[in-house]
C-alpha cells in the first residue's frame, strides 16, 4: 500500500508540475502539439542492445538524423527509462571506429592486416572454408561463441549445417555457478533477468553485487524503490561500492571467505531460530542435517577468516529475519571468483530459503512469458558427433556448454579437433581468463570468423571480419522474456547502416544460400518471419511494430498469489541437503575452504562493471567514452602511501605470472580493503582498429592468467590473480 | 628542533625557495664583497698577483667544513641528511678540466658571473649568455656523452671513507693545509704581485694579533679539536620531551594490546606497520604475521614516514621500550609498544585459556580468541570444550531419508533462453 | 653629465679576502643547517634554459633526456626550482652588495692590452665551456668546490683540484687578456 | 512567481550518469564537455564511511553572480521560473561568468560561446520535463516550481532534511540535496 | 579524510579552473600603467598651467606612451575573448553590475582624455611630426591658449585614471567564486600598484638618452649605445628625485594595503584562509614574497630609499623591479584566484 501511496504521490505532483509550466504558459493547442512531437521528428520503438537486458526504448530522428534513444514507457523492462548506456545509444550509431566493410585478412594472425572485399567475396570464402572443413573433419568441428539476441540468426544457419558446439562466456564465465548453485536447490534457475522481486524487499542483501554499478536496468530501479521505500541494505563486499553507500551495513569482507560468513549467518539464524519454520517446514529437505551442520560455524569461527566482527554478524542475521520472508540475498551475476562460486551460490539459495523468500513477494517471483511459438522451420540434421565442451560430464552439474571447455578441446583436439570458429558479438580475448590459452587455441584453427559492429581485439585474429549494423539499423528475433510481467518486444531498424554494414539476418541468410542451406529459410525478409511468429502467438504484428512492444495479461508470479510451489530437484523440495551432489562426490552441504592468500607483498585483482560501459564494447562509442574514457586501479589510501604512490600518479600492474599492464592511473581511497586493488573491466584495449580506446586504461582480462575451474559445473573462478604496481611514466598529450 | 630544518619538515618546499632567495642574496652579497664580481681579480689568481679566490674560497671551505663538523658533533645537525653529490670521478675530472679552461678565458665561474652581470659588467653579461648557448650544445651532445657522464661512479662518497682516514683528522689536515696555502698564496703574492702585505695579511709583522690570525687560529682550533673527537656521521642524535614520556607512560597511551592487535590483523586494516625489533633469526622462527624485521640495532630514523602508526614489538618489553623511545625521540608521533610483547601475544592469543569459573560473556568472548587463535596457527589451551567443533573437516552427515509422499518426478524446469551476462 | 667623480662615490675597496671567506663559509654553513644542502649556480641555468626549450619546442624538450631531468614529472613548474630561486638572490645580493659599494658600472672587465670584442668573444666562449664542464661535473665552483669541498665529497676535491690544474695549465697563453 | 528548481534525492542515486548522457543527446552537448555531472563525496576512513553521490549542474540561483558580472547582458535570468540562461548570440566569451560561479558549472563552447545547462527549458515550455530528470531510472530528481507550496519539489523540502550546495557563497542555488 | 571525485573534464575548467591564461594579467598589469600615467601626466598638465618651469620633459611622453600600450592591453584583451567577433555586444548596452561593463565604457571614454592630453603634449614630444601636422599643432596651440581647457583634460585624466585603476582590481573582486579575489582592497591596490608602476615608467623614461657617437670599433658602439641608454642620470636631477619619493611613497600605500588585503582575507571565513595561504604558504608562496613582495617592492623601496640618501647612485634597477613586481602581482592574483575555491572547505 505504501508503494501505491507513493505512486499516486508522484502522480499527483506531476499534474500540478503540468498545470504550473504548460497550462500556466502554454495555449492548449500548443501542449497537444508538443505531446505529439516536434515538427521533423520521427520516432520508432525498438529494444535496446547494449547489455542483453533488451530494454524496450524510442528512437527518435530529427530532420533524417538520429537524435536521441529514450524508454519506452510500455515496456515492462524499462518502465520508460534507460540506463545510460541505452540513452547512450546514439553514439554507437556515431562511434567513428565502427567495422564499415567485410574484411579478410592478409597479414599473419593478430596482425591486424586486411583487405576490404565484397560481402560476396566475405561469404563466398567463409562458405568455402566451412565446405572445407566440413569434408576434413565433418560440421561438428566448426564450434561457435556467442552473445546477444542477435546469435539466434546465425546459430540457425551454422545448426542447419550440422554443427553443434555453441556456447556463450555467459554461463562459464558469469552467472553459471549461480544458476547451479540455485538448481540444486530449488530447482530452478535464477534467469535472466532475475526472478529478483527487489522492489518489494524490505532486506536487500548483495554479496559482492554492485547494483548501481552493474547497471541492470530494472534492476537498478527496483534497487532504488527499495532504498527509497526504506528497505534496509546489506552490502558484502571488500570495496566500498555504490550499493555499500546505501546500505546500512557494510562488510569490508576478506576477499574468498564468503561461504564463511554464510556459513555463520545461517549459524545464527538456525540456532536463534530465526528461519521461517512453517515454510522451511512444508518445502525443505534434510533441514535436520543442515541444522546440525551449520551448529560448528559460530560466527567466532568466522571472524578471523572474514575479518568481520562476531557481533556484526549476529545483527545482520537478525536484521535479514526481522524483515522475512521479503528479504532477498541477492544471487549477483557475474559470480566467478575463487572456484567455490557454485557452492556459495548454494549457500545463498540456502540462506533465501530459511528466509523463505523463494516464491514470495519481496523475494523471488515466478516469472511468466507470452506464448509466442517458433517458426515453422525444417528439422535440423542430427549432429554426428555430441558436444565436447563437458566431456564424460566431467562437470556434472553444468547445464550449459562451457566456452573453456570448446576452448580447451580446439587445443587438445579430443575428443575429436575442432578447426573452425565463429564468434558472434564477444570479445573472447577480454571475456575468457588466461588470454595466451584463447590464442594458442586460435592458432589450430583453419578458420575463425568474427562477426560484430567494432574492430575489437579478437577481430584482430579473425580470418574474415564481417562488420555487422549496430542495433539501431537491424531487425532482430523477437524479445520473449519470462519476467514479471509477460510481454513481447520487437527490434526494427531506426536508421540506414551508415557503410556496408549488413545485419545478421542477413548475413546469416546469404551463408545459408551459399552453403546451399537454402531450404532452411522459407523466408525472404526477416519481417515476414517475425510476422509469422507474432500472428502465430494471435497478436497484431503492425501494432507490436507501432508500440514496439505489446503486454500480456499479468500472470500470478508469488505462492500468495497462486503460483504452485514447485520444485523440481530430485526431492521435489528444498533441499537443504542434495542428494545429487553426494551422489557424485561433493559436499551436500556446502563447505568452506579458505582461499589462496597470494604472494606476500601482492594484492588480489578484483574487478567489475561501471555503469556506463558494458563489458570492452562501449569504449569507443563517443557519449559514454565521454564519461569515462579509462579506469584507474583502486587501491587503498594508506598501501598506497605506503608504496610511496598518490591519487593520479601512473603505474602499471604487474601479475604473479609477470604479465604487465598498460598504464593506468592510482586512484588512492579509502573505498576499498587494504588487500586488493579493483579494476572497472572493459578496458586496456590493444585492437588498433580502436582508436579512441587503445591504450587507454589498463585491462584486467590480460591480468587474469590463472583461473579456478569449479569442480561442480565447470565455471572459470578469475579473482584468483594476484598483482604488484610499478610506477609508469604519465602518457604524453597529443 | 634538529637540523637541517627543511628536512626535519619544518617548512615545506614552497618556503624553501624563499629561502633560497634569501641565502641566495647573502651568496651573492659576499661574493661581490669578496670582488668576485670582477673578471681581473679573478683571473690575477692565474698570474699569482692577487690570490683572493684561493683564500676566499679556502677560508670559506674551512668554515663551513669545520662548523659542519661541529654542530654535528654537537647533536645540532644531522650530516647524514646533508646532500652529498654523488661522485662519478672521471666525468668530474674531465668536467673540472673544462671548467678551468672555460675559467681562465671567460675570466668568471657561473656564481661569480651573476654577480658580475648584476653589477653591470658587460663581459659578464656575455658570459652569462654564452653559459646558456653552452647548455644549449650540451643538451644537443648529451645523447651522445650520456654513457660517459654516468661512468666511474663510487656513489656518495668522503674522502674519509675513500682513504679510510678519521673524518675529524682530515678536517684537521685540510685546515693545516689551508693555512699553509694561505702562507704560500701571501708569498707568491709579494713575489708575483709585488704587494705589500697589508696589516691584516698573514704575513704582516707580527706586531699584533691581526684579526685574520685570530680568524686562522680559531679554525685551527677546532681543526685540532676535529682531529680528536671522532666521526661526525653518527647515528641520529634526539631530545627526548620527559613530560610527555611520563603522561604517556601514565596513561598505557604508548601501548597497543595484544588483543587490539589481533583484531587490527584479522580485519586486515594496514594503517599501521608492526616492527618486530628481534633479531632476523629470532624472526625467522616466528615473527606475528604482517611484522617486518628491523633489529633495534637497525633502527634508522627515516623507517618510514614520521606520522605513520608504527607498533614496536619484541619478546617481552624492553627492546621494544628502547625502540620507541628512540623514534618518539626522533618525532614520530605515532609510535607504539606492544604490551607484554611476545609472549602476551603467545599467552593471549595463540595459546589462550579460559578461566573455570568463566562468566557467559568471558566465555563469548573466549569463543573469539580461540578462533582467532586457530586462525594465527595456535589454539585455545582448556580443559572445558571450545565450542567450537573442526568445522573445515568434511561433514559425515547421514542422508535425510527421501522425501514423504510418492516422491514424484517433479516439474521439468521450464526451458529458457538465456543470453548476457 | 657622464659618471661623476664625486669621492663620496669612489667604489670601497674589497674587504679582506679571510673575512670574505668566513662570511662565505657562514652562508654556506647556513645553508647546511637550514636546508641540508649547499650552495649552486649552474643548475639554475640548466633548469631555465630547460624551460624555455620546452615552452618553445615542447616535443625537443622531452625527447632529450638532458632537458628532460630538469623539466620533472609535470606536477610543479620547473622554474619552482632551490637553485633558480637561489641564482635570482645572487643577482639581487651581488647588485645590492655593488649599489653600496659603489661598484656598479657599465663596463668590460679586461686586461689593458685586449679590446672589447675580442674579451668579450673570450667570454662567451669561456661561459660556454663553462656550462659544459659544469654538467660533467655536476656542477660548478659554488655546487661542487665550495660546498662539496666542505663536506669532504670525493668528486669535489678531484674537481676541485682539476679546475685549478686547467686552469693554470691555459693561463699563460691568455696573459694578454689579463695583464 | 514561478521558480524554478530541483530536488535531488542522494538516497536514491547511483551516479550512473544517465543524466549526463539524456542531457548531451538532448542538447548537442559537444564531445569533451557536459552541462551536467556526477560529484561522490566520500567521508571516514576504511572501513566507517559514508558517501554522497549527487548529480550536480547549474544552480539557476536566485542571486546569480555570472548575470551580475556578465558585461553585455548574454548571461540573464529567464522570464520564466528564473531559469538563468545564456544567449549565445550576445556572449564575446569574456570568461567572466565561468569565473564568478562557484560551481564551475559554466563552460566555454568550442563555438566560442559560454555553455551551461539551461533546465532544457525548450522541454519544460513543452510540458516535458528537462532530460536529465526524464530519463533518471532511479527517479532521484524531481523538477518543478520551488514557489508552488503544493508542487512536488516544495513537497519533498518540507518533508525531509536536505542541502544546498555552497549556500554560503550567497549565490541562493535552486537545487537541493535530499540527506 | 573527504574524497571528493567530480565526474567531469570540461576545459578550462577541470581539474583546476583555469580559464584565463597570460592574457588578463598583461591586460590588468598595462590598464594598471596606464591608469598611473594618466593620473600623472594628468596632475603635470596641471602643474604645468602654474609653473611653466616645472613642465618635466618626461612627463610629455607619458600620453602618446599610454595610448600605445592600452592598446597593447586592450589587444591581450580581445585574444582572450572567446567570441572575438562579438566584442562590439559590449557597446551595445550598459550593465551596472558588471565591472567588465564598466570597464569597457571607461576605457571608451580614457582614450579621448588621453588622446587630448597626448595632442596638447605633441608640439614637445615629437617636433618634427608636429611641424608636418599643423592642423594638429593649432589645435595644440589653441588648447594651450584655454587654460580652463588644459585644466578639464588633466583633471579628466587623473580621474578616469582613478576609474581604470580601481576597476583592473574591482573586476577580479566582483568574482565572488573566487574566495583570493573577494576583497574590496583589490581595486585600491592595483591602483597604487599601476601608480607606482607609471611612476617608475616616468622615472625609465627620463633616463632614455641617445647613444653617444664616435667610436670607431663596432663592439665599443654597441656598448656605448647600451650603456648610455641605460646610464643613471646625473645625481640631483631634479625630476627623477621628486620620482622617487613619489614612486616610495605609492609602493609603500601599496605594500600597505598588500598587507591589509592579506590580513582581511586573513580575518575572514574559512574559505578565504585557505584562498590566501595559496599565496602566504601554498604553490604560489615563493612567487609571492619573491617577485612580487621581495623584488617588486621591498627592494626597490630599499633601493630608492638609498638613493634618495645618495648613499648610492641612482640606476633605473629600482624602477624596472617595480615594474616586474607589478605584473608579478597580476600574474600571482590571477593565478592564485583562479586556484582558489569556495569548495574547499565543504565537499
Given at each position: 500500500m505504501e508503494r501505491l501511496s507513493r505512486r499516486r504521490f508522484l502522480k499527483i505532483s506531476a499534474a500540478t508540475f503540468g498545470a504550473a509550466t504548460a497550462a500556466a504558459h502554454l495555449p492548449d493547442a500548443l501542449r497537444a502539439a508538443a505531446a505529439q512531437g516536434e515538427k521533423g521528428v520521427r520516432t520508432v520503438a525498438t529494444f535496446c542492445e547494449m547489455c542483453f537486458w533488451r530494454c524496450g526504448g524510442i528512437a527518435h530522428v530529427r530532420d533524417g538524423k538520429l537524435w536521441k534513444f529514450e524508454g519506452n514507457p510500455k515496456d515492462p523492462q524499462s518502465r520508460g527509462r534507460l540506463c545510460p548506456r541505452g540513452t547512450g545509444a546514439v553514439g554507437a550509431y556515431y562511434a567513428r571506429d565502427r567495422l564499415q566493410k567485410p574484411l579478410v585478412r592478409v597479414g599473419a594472425r593478430g596482425k591486424e592486416q586486411w583487405k576490404a572485399v565484397t560481402w560476396d567475396e566475405a561469404l563466398g570464402y567463409v562458405a568455402e572454408r566451412m565446405q572445407k572443413i566440413k569434408a576434413e573433419h565433418g560440421a561438428e568441428a566448426i564450434a561457435m561463441f556467442n552473445h546477444g539476441i542477435g546469435v539466434r540468426m546465425l546459430q540457425h544457419v551454422l545448426k542447419s549445417y550440422g554443427c553443434t558446439n555453441f556456447a556463450g562466456p555467459s554461463f562459464a564465465q558469469c552467472r553459471g555457478p549461480r544458476d547451479v548453485g540455485f538448481r540444486l536447490t530449488f530447482g530452478e534457475d535464477v534467469g535472466s533477468p532475475e526472478r529478483t522481486d527487489i522492489e518489494n524487499a524490505r532486506c536487500l542483501v548483495l554479496i559482492g553485487s554492485h547494483l548501481g554499478e552493474n547497471m541492470h536496468n530494472t534492476q537498478v530501479q527496483e534497487f532504488s524503490d527499495a532504498v527509497g521505500a526504506g528497505a534496509t541494505v546489506i552490502v558484502v563486499d571488500p570495496r566500498f561500492s555504490v550499493a555499500a553507500s546505501k546500505a546500512k551495513y557494510w562488510l569490508p569482507i576478506r576477499p574468498g571467505t564468503d561461504l564463511a560468513l554464510l556459513l555463520a549467518w545461517m549459524h545464527v539464524i538456525v540456532t536463534e531460530k530465526l528461519y521461517d519454520a512453517d515454510y522451511v517446514a512444508q518445502h525443505g529437505y534434510g533441514f535436520e542435517q543442515f541444522a546440525a551442520y551449520v551448529q560448528a560455524f559460530t560466527p567466532e569461527w568466522a571472524y578471523p577468516e572474514t575479518g568481520i566482527e562476531p557481533e556484526l554478524i549476529r545483527a545482520t542475521a537478525r536484521e535479514m529475519a526481522q524483515h522475512r520472508p521479503a528479504t532477498l540475498i541477492h544471487p549477483g551475476r557475474h559470480v566467478n571468483w575463487y572456484g567455490d562460486d557454485a557452492q556459495r551460490s548454494r549457500g545463498i539459495a540456502l540462506l533465501n530459503a530459511l528466509m523463505g523468500s523463494w516464491g514470495r513477494k519481496g523475494g523471488f517471483f515466478t516469472p511468466a512469458s507470452m506464448d509466442v511459438p517458433d517458426y515453422p522451420y525444417p528439422a535440423y540434421p542430427k549432429p554426428a558427433r555430441p558436444k565436447l565442451d563437458n566431456p564424460d560430464k566431467k562437470?556434472?552439474?553444468?547445464?550449459e556448454a562451457l566456452t573453456t571447455g570448446i576452448r580447451e578441446a580446439t587445443l587438445s583436439g579430443k575428443p575429436y579437433p575442432i578447426k573452425g570458429w565463429f564468434v558472434y558479438a564477444t570479445n573472447l580475448l577480454h571475456a575468457l581468463p588466461n588470454e595466451a590459452e584463447t590464442i594458442e587455441a586460435i592458432r589450430k584453427l583453419d578458420l575463425l570468423v568474427v562477426v560484430d559492429v567494432i574492430p575489437s581485439e579478437i577481430a584482430g585474429w579473425a580470418d574474415v571480419v564481417l562488420p555487422e549494423s549496430t542495433y539501431l539499423e537491424r531487425h532482430d528475433e523477437l524479445n520473449v522474456e519470462f519476467f514479471k510481467h509477460p510481454f513481447v518486444s520487437i527490434r526494427q531498424p531506426v536508421i540506414e547502416s551508415p557503410h556496408d554494414q549488413k545485419p545478421n539476418w542477413w548475413i546469416a541468410r546469404e551463408l545459408a544460400v551459399r552453403l546451399g542451406l537454402e531450404r532452411y529459410y522459407p523466408w525472404k525478409h526477416i519481417e515476414e518471419y517475425l510476422e509469422n511468429r507474432v500472428t502465430g502467438a494471435g497478436l497484431d504484428f503492425a501494432q507490436l511494430k507501432k508500440q514496439g512492444v505489446i503486454r500480456g495479461a499479468r500472470q500470478p508470479v508469488f505462492f500468495d498469489e497462486g503460483v504452485p510451489a514447485e520444485f523440481p530437484t530430485p526431492s521435489g523440495k528444498i533441499e537443504f541437503y542434495s542428494t545429487q551432489l553426494q551422489e557424485h562426490g561433493f559436499d551436500p552441504i556446502p563447505r568452506y575452504t579458505p582461499p589462496d592468500p597470494g604472494p606476500a607483498g601482492s594484492f588480489r585483482l578484483l574487478y567489475g562493471r561501471a555503469p556506463m560501459h558494458s563489458f570492452s564494447r562501449t569504449q569507443t562509442n563517443p557519449l559514454l567514452a565521454d564519461l569515462m574514457r579509462e579506469n584507474v586501479v583502486w587501491l587503498n589510501a594508506v598501501a598506497a602511501r605506503r608504496l610511496g604512490l598518490k591519487h593520479g600518479d601512473w603505474v602499471r600492474l604487474r601479475n604473479q605470472d609477470g604479465v604487465l599492464s598498460n598504464r593506468v592511473q592510482v586512484k588512492a581511497t579509502e573505498r576499498i580493503r587494504p588487500d586488493c586493488v579493483y579494476l572497472v573491466h572493459g578496458f586496456g584495449h590493444t585492437a588498433k582498429g580502436l582508436r579512441r580506446a587503445l591504450g587507454r586504461g589498463a585491462s584486467d582480462a590480460g591480468l587474469i592468467t590463472r583461473y579456478k575451474v569449479?569442480?561442480?559445473?565447470g565455471g572459470t573462478a578469475m579473482s584468483v590473480n594476484f598483482v604488484t604496481l610499478e610506477p609508469a611514466d604519465a602518457p604524453q598529450e597529443a | 628542533m634538529t637540523a637541517p630544518l627543511f628536512k626535519y619538515g619544518l617548512f615545506g618546499d614552497e618556503i624553501s625557495l624563499i629561502v633560497a632567495f634569501g641565502i641566495g642574496i647573502a651568496f651573492g652579497f659576499v661574493l661581490e664583497r669578496a670582488g668576485f664580481g670582477n673578471a681581473r681579480v679573478l683571473a690575477a689568481q692565474f698570474y699569482f698577483r692577487d690570490l683572493r679566490v684561493l683564500k676566499v674560497m679556502f677560508t670559506a671551505i674551512v668554515t663551513a667544513m669545520t662548523g659542519v663538523y661541529v654542530l654535528s658533533r654537537m647533536g645540532v645537525v644531522d650530516l647524514s641528511l646533508v646532500y652529498l653529490t654523488p661522485t662519478f670521478l672521471w666525468p668530474q675530472i674531465v668536467g673540472g678540466l673544462i671548467l678551468g679552461v672555460g675559467f681562465v678565458i671567460g675570466g668568471y665561474c657561473p656564481g661569480t658571473s651573476c654577480v658580475s652581470a648584476a653589477t653591470g659588467r658587460i663581459d659578464g653579461i656575455v658570459y652569462v649568455l654564452g653559459m646558456i648557448f653552452g647548455l644549449i650544445g650540451f643538451a644537443e651532445i648529451y645523447p651522445m656523452v650520456e654513457n660517459f657522464a654516468h661512468s666511474s661512479a663510487l656513489g656518495q662518497i668522503t674522502l674519509s671513507s675513500l682513504f679510510k682516514i678519521p673524518y675529524g683528522v682530515l678536517v684537521f689536515a685540510v685546515v693545516v693545509m689551508a693555512v699553509v696555502a694561505f702562507v704560500g698564496a701571501e708569498w707568491a703574492e709579494t713575489k708575483f704581485g709585488g704587494k705589500k702585505p697589508d696589516a691584516d695579511s698573514l704575513l704582516a709583522p707580527a706586531k699584533t694579533l691581526a684579526p685574520s690570525r685570530l680568524l686562522a687560529g680559531g679554525i685551527v682550533g677546532l681543526g685540532v679539536i676535529a682531529a680528536v673527537s671522532g666521526d661526525p656521521y653518527r647515528g641520529p642524535f634526539a631530545r627526548v620531551d620527559t613530560r610527555e614520556l611520563a603522561l604517556n607512560a601514565g596513561t598505557k597511551a604508548d601501548h597497543i594490546s595484544v588483543d587490539q592487535l589481533a583484531d587490527w590483523l584479522v580485519q586486515g586494516r594496514n594503517d599501521f606497520l608492526l616492527v618486530d625489533v628481534r633479531e632476523p633469526a629470532e624472526f625467522a622462527a616466528y615473527h606475528i604475521p604482517e611484522a617486518i624485521n628491523v633489529p633495534l640495532a637497525a633502527l634508522s630514523p627515516d623507517i618510514a614516514d614520521r606520522t605513520e602508526r608504527i607498533v614496536f614489538y619484541s619478546d617481552g618489553s624492553i627492546h621494544s621500550a628502547q625502540a620507541w623511545l628512540l623514534l618518539k625521540s626522533l618525532g614520530y608521533s605515532n609510535a607504539y609498544m606492544l604490551f607484554g610483547g611476545l609472549e602476551e601475544w603467545k599467552d593471549s592469543i595463540l595459546f589462550p585459556r579460559l578461566a573455570a569459573d568463566a562468566t557467559p560473556e568471558q566465555k563469548a568472548a573466549f569463543d573469539k580468541r580461540a578462533a582467532t587463535a586457530a586462525h594465527f596457527g595456535g589454539a585455545a589451551q582448556t580443559g572445558v570444550a571450545p565450542a567450537t567443533g573442526t568445522p573445515t573437516e568434511t561433514p559425515k552427515l547421514a542422508p535425510p531419508p527421501p522425501p514423504a509422499g510418492d516422491g514424484a518426478a517433479p516439474a521439468a524446469v521450464k526451458k529458457k533462453k538465456k543470453e548476457g551476462c | 653629465m657622464t659618471d661623476s667623480t664625486d669621492t663620496s662615490h669612489a667604489p670601497r675597496p674589497h674587504v679582506n679576502p679571510y673575512w670574505a671567506g668566513f662570511a662565505l663559509g657562514l652562508v654556506l654553513l647556513t645553508s647546511f643547517v637550514v636546508m641540508g644542502r649547499g650552495l649552486g649556480a649552474s643548475g639554475a641555468f640548466s633548469t631555465a634554459v630547460a624551460t624555455t626549450v620546452h615552452a618553445v619546442a615542447p616535443a625537443h624538450a622531452e625527447s632529450n633526456a638532458f632537458y628532460a631531468g630538469y623539466l620533472g614529472?609535470?606536477?610543479?613548474?620547473?622554474?619552482?626550482?632551490w637553485l633558480v630561486f637561489e641564482v635570482l638572490g645572487v643577482f639581487v645580493g651581488g647588485f645590492l652588495s655593488g649599489a653600496l659599494a659603489n661598484r656598479l658600472k657599465f663596463v668590460v672587465e679586461k686586461g689593458p692590452r685586449i679590446a672589447n670584442g675580442p674579451r668579450l668573444a673570450f667570454a662567451f666562449v669561456g661561459g660556454a665551456l663553462m656550462a659544459i664542464g659544469a654538467k660533467f661535473a655536476l656542477g660548478c665552483t659554488s655546487g661542487q668546490a665550495l660546498t662539496g669541498g666542505a663536506l669532504l665529497n670525493v668528486g669535489s676535491w678531484a674537481f676541485m683540484m682539476c679546475v685549478f690544474g686547467g686552469a693554470y695549465a691555459l693561463a699563460w697563453f691568455l696573459r694578454r687578456q689579463w695583464l | 512567481m514561478s521558480r524554478y528548481g530541483m530536488v535531488i534525492d542522494t538516497h536514491r542515486c547511483v551516479g550512473c550518469m544517465d543524466c549526463v548522457v539524456a542531457c548531451k543527446t538532448e542538447n548537442h552537448v559537444p564531445e569533451g564537455y557536459c552541462r551536467d555531472w556526477i560529484t561522490e563525496v566520500t567521508r571516514g576512513e576504511f572501513p566507517t564511511l559514508r558517501m554522497e553521490i549527487r548529480t550536480e549542474r547549474c544552480n539557476h540561483c536566485d542571486n546569480p553572480p555570472c548575470v551580475h558580472c556578465c558585461p553585455t547582458g548574454a548571461s540573464h535570468v529567464h522570464e520564466r521560473g528564473g531559469v538563468v540562461l545564456v544567449t549565445k548570440e550576445e556572449c564575446i566569451g569574456c570568461k567572466a561568468c565561468l569565473a564568478a560561479c562557484p560551481y564551475d558549472a559554466r563552460f566555454v563552447h568550442p563555438e566560442g560561446y559560454v555553455d551551461k545547462c539551461t533546465f532544457c527549458i525548450h522541454r519544460v515550455e513543452q510540458g516535458l520535463l528537462p532530460a536529465c530528470v526524464s530519463v533518471c531510472p532511479t527517479h532521484c530528481m524531481h523538477f518543478g516550481d520551488l514557489d508552488d507550496p503544493l508542487s512536488e519539489v516544495s513537497r519533498l523540502l518540507a518533508s525531509r532534511a536536505h542541502h544546498a550546495l555552497l549556500p554560503e557563497a550567497g549565490t541562493k542555488p535552486c537545487i537541493y540535496y535530499l540527506t | 579524510m573527504i574524497e571528493t571525485t567530480i565526474h567531469r573534464q570540461n576545459p578550462m575548467i577541470d581539474p583546476a579552473f583555469h580559464a584565463w591564461g597570460w592574457e588578463i594579467p598583461v591586460y590588468l598589469f598595462l590598464g594598471g600603467l596606464v591608469a598611473g600615467l594618466m593620473i600623472l601626466s594628468g596632475y603635470h598638465i596641471i602643474r604645468a598651467l602654474w609653473d611653466k618651469d616645472r613642465a618635466h620633459g618626461h612627463y610629455v611622453t607619458a600620453p602618446i606612451l599610454s595610448l600605445a600600450l592600452l592598446t597593447v592591453g586592450m589587444g591581450a584583451l580581445f585574444l582572450d575573448l572567446e567570441h572575438k567577433l562579438y566584442v562590439w555586444r559590449l557597446y551595445l548596452t550598459f550593465e551596472v553590475t558588471s565591472p567588465m561593463s564598466w570597464g569597457s565604457w571607461i576605457l571608451l571614454l580614457v582614450y579621448p582624455a588621453l588622446a587630448a592630453s597626448a595632442l596638447l603634449t605633441l608640439p614637445q614630444t615629437f617636433p618634427k611630426l608636429a611641424r608636418r601636422l599643423p592642423f594638429c599643432s593649432r589645435c595644440a596651440g589653441a588648447l594651450h591658449d584655454c587654460p580652463r581647457v588644459v585644466q578639464a583634460i588633466g583633471f579628466a585624466n587623473m580621474l578616469l585614471g582613478v576609474m581604470l585603476g580601481i576597476y583592473t582590481g574591482i573586476l577580479l573582486s566582483t568574482l565572488s567564486a573566487r574566495p583570493l579575489w573577494n576583497s574590496a582592497l583589490l581595486g585600491p591596490l592595483f591602483l597604487f600598484s599601476g601608480l607606482s608602476t607609471g611612476a617608475a615608467t616616468i622615472h625609465l623614461l627620463a633616463h632614455v638618452r641617445r647613444p653617444d657617437s664616435g667610436s670607431d670599433d663596432f663592439s665599443d658602439a654597441v656598448l656605448s649605445a647600451l650603456v648610455n641608454w641605460l646610464r643613471p642620470p646625473a645625481p640631483g636631477h631634479v625630476g627623477t628625485q621628486k620620482l622617487e619619493h613619489a614612486d616610495n611613497s605609492f609602493l609603500t600605500v601599496e605594500l600597505l594595503l598588500l598587507g591589509l588585503f592579506i590580513v582581511g582575507l586573513l580575518s575572514s571565513t574559512e574559505v578565504h584562509q585557505r584562498a590566501v595561504e595559496l599565496i602566504l604558504t601554498g604553490p604560489y608562496a615563493a612567487a609571492f614574497w619573491v617577485l612580487v613582495v621581495g623584488c617588486g617592492i621591498v627592494l626597490p623601496l630599499t633601493l630608492q630609499f638609498l638613493q634618495a640618501q645618495h648613499r648610492i647612485r641612482s640606476t633605473v634597477v629600482p624602477a624596472l623591479l617595480v615594474i616586474g613586481g607589478s605584473l608579478a602581482l597580476r600574474i600571482v592574483i590571477v593565478a592564485a584566484g583562479q586556484a582558489s575555491a569556495w569548495t574547499v572547505a565543504s565537499h
Open positions: 562437470y556434472p552439474f553444468a547445464h569449479d569442480p561442480l559445473m | - | 614529472d609535470g606536477t610543479t613548474h620547473p622554474m619552482k626550482d | - | -
